[in-house]
């Protein structure tokens, strides 16, 4: 039905603003994250991931990306500590796939892109009734950005990559139970943040960005899957 945005020529980041005008706001992401000028803020501590009781629902397939959601009806999965005032609820996460050979992250590291890009979206609960009503306030989300790199195969990338198929087409989705995302990060926790937003409409300037420093590695095999595997149209009708 309507003109939905995409990544096309016509519907790509540059027409965006058309239908959503914060695309030229003053806090957008994703940027350019330029080390040598990043200033360390010696009041911030380190980031806490409590996953342990992380409740993983469904794989769905919006048509953009591969979303893996949990149950926050309380707050068993939270991140806090870092530039966060107070615990931030376990959403769901997502990735922002390449395709063949060229880079998917949106993020870059002093110019330079990495395969992909893994999402794990938080809200603040506390302060908001609805993750919706968080989504569209300035302190209202919490988005760790975890890169990835190519290498050799990543030991647990296989229980999402297995999945996509189930999750071909727009609009699909699944069961998915039982996967938590502690087994998705880096060794490292250390962190750079910056107050942005959603990198996709409705681009909202609500979130607080927790870009972890290390990236993990995955095989060029299991990322050409991915990307091969998710189909951004529903299914062929007559
Ligand atoms: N763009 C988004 N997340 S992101 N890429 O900024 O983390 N979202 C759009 C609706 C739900 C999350
Ligand atoms: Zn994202």
Redesign the pocket.
């Known amino acids: 039905t309507g003109h939905h945005w995409g990544y096309g020529k016509e519907d790509g980041p540059s027409a965006w603003h058309r239908q959503y005008p914060v695309a030229k706001g003053n806090r957008q992401?994703p940027i350019d994250i330029i080390p040598n000028e990043a200033r360390r803020d010696s009041t911030l501590g380190p980031i806490f991931l409590k996953y342990d009781q992380c409740r993983s629902l469904n794989i769905a397939n919006n048509g953009h990306?591969v979303?893996v959601e949990f149950d926050d009806s309380d707050d068993r999965s939270v991140v806090l500590g870092g530039p966060l005032d107070n615990p931030y609820r376990l959403k769901?996460f997502?990735f922002?796939w390449g395709g063949k050979g060229c880079e998917g992250s949106?993020h870059t590291v002093a110019g330079v892109g990495y395969a992909s890009e893994l999402?794990v979206?938080h809200w603040n609960a506390v302060k908001y009734k609805t993750y919706n009503d968080a989504?569209a306030a300035p302190d209202g989300?919490a988005?760790l950005?975890i890169f990835l790199e190519l290498g050799d195969d990543h030991r647990w990338l296989h229980m999402i990559t297995d999945a996509l198929y189930m999750v071909k087409f727009k609009g699909s989705a699944t069961d998915f139970k039982g996967f938590n995302p502690k087994c998705l990060l880096p060794s490292s926790l250390h962190y750079w943040t910056y107050l942005g937003?959603?990198?996709?409409?409705?681009?909202h300037e609500s979130?607080t960005w927790i870009v972890l420093k290390e990236p993990i590695v995955v095989s060029e095999k299991q990322v050409s899957a991915a990307a091969l595997n998710i189909i951004h149209k529903t299914f062929p009708t007559v």
């Open positions: 992401s990306s979303v769901q997502h922002h949106e999402h979206v989504a989300l988005v950005g937003s959603l990198t996709t409409p409705p681009l979130v």
